[in-house]
């Protein structure tokens, strides 16, 4: 039992750090990955490795092909095309139920990350504002209390993480998602549950929207 554990704890820990490797592109969209030079990094044996490596595409974030080895998931503009009006319908409801039972102390931690999302957007600072609205949505899905939509939300937003915060970087796109949050935040003070909930959702699809012209102007670049 003792062996089982140890190799579950170290499964678990190359789970996370390879996942990080994804996020951060050190492992690139596409790449496919060498099992005994990652084993070799990470300091473990292959079997850990795997159960790893299990894990992660279960999450969607590496392809385990048969007889052609693991690769790195590759998102493409169908793929979001797919994922993310789910995304738009599930964080809409989230607001949705944040908005109709939300309790001041609630609404004020929200308002604390709000303002940080201000201030990120006024200095041009991209990440920390990506990385602020991630916890923004995180701190939402606390607030509505639904485990099943935290499950739900949880597994997909593992997998859009794999294009970060892309959508930002369109031209007007950082100011455009400032004004949606500001909207948000004034259905939420208003307790307007209907407000609420379409305003996430064109949030949500406003992201696919800059994704997918980011996504046609590198490929008339690329032709």
């Not at 190799?7 to 190359?14: C, D, G, H, K, P």
């Not at 496919?32 to 999450?59: C, F, H, M, N, Y």
Request: aromatic residues 4%; hydrophobic residues 45%; proline residues 3%.
């Amino acid at each position: 039992m003792e062996t089982r554990v140890n190799r579950s704890s170290l499964a678990e820990q190359a789970v996370g750090l390879l996942r990080e490797r994804i996020y951060t592109h050190a492992l690139l969209p596409g790449q496919r990955l060498d099992e005994v030079a990652l084993a070799e990094q990470l300091g473990i044996s292959r079997t850990p490795l795997r159960e790893a490596l299990k894990v992660l595409s279960a999450e969607g974030l590496v392809d385990l092909q048969p007889h052609k080895g693991c690769f790195v998931t590759e998102l493409s503009l169908r793929d979001l095309e797919e994922i993310f009006p789910i995304m738009a319908t599930l964080e809409g409801r989230v607001a949705h139920e944040v908005a109709a039972k939300r309790t001041p102390a609630q609404l004020k931690s929200l308002d604390v990350l709000h303002e940080k999302l201000e201030r990120h957007a006024a200095a041009g600072d991209v990440d920390r504002y990506y990385e602020t609205n991630y916890v923004f949505h995180d701190r939402m899905q606390e607030c509505a209390g639904n485990r099943w939509l935290q499950i739900v939300i949880g597994d997909l937003r593992k997998l859009l993480k794999l294009s970060r915060h892309h959508s930002l970087r369109l031209p007007g796109r950082l100011a455009a998602s400032l004004a949606e949050h500001r909207a948000l935040m004034q259905a939420l003070q208003r307790q307007d549950a209907d407000a609420a909930e379409q305003v996430m959702r064109g949030h949500l699809l406003a992201q696919l929207a800059a994704l997918r012209e980011l996504s046609l102007a590198a490929e008339a670049v690329d032709g």
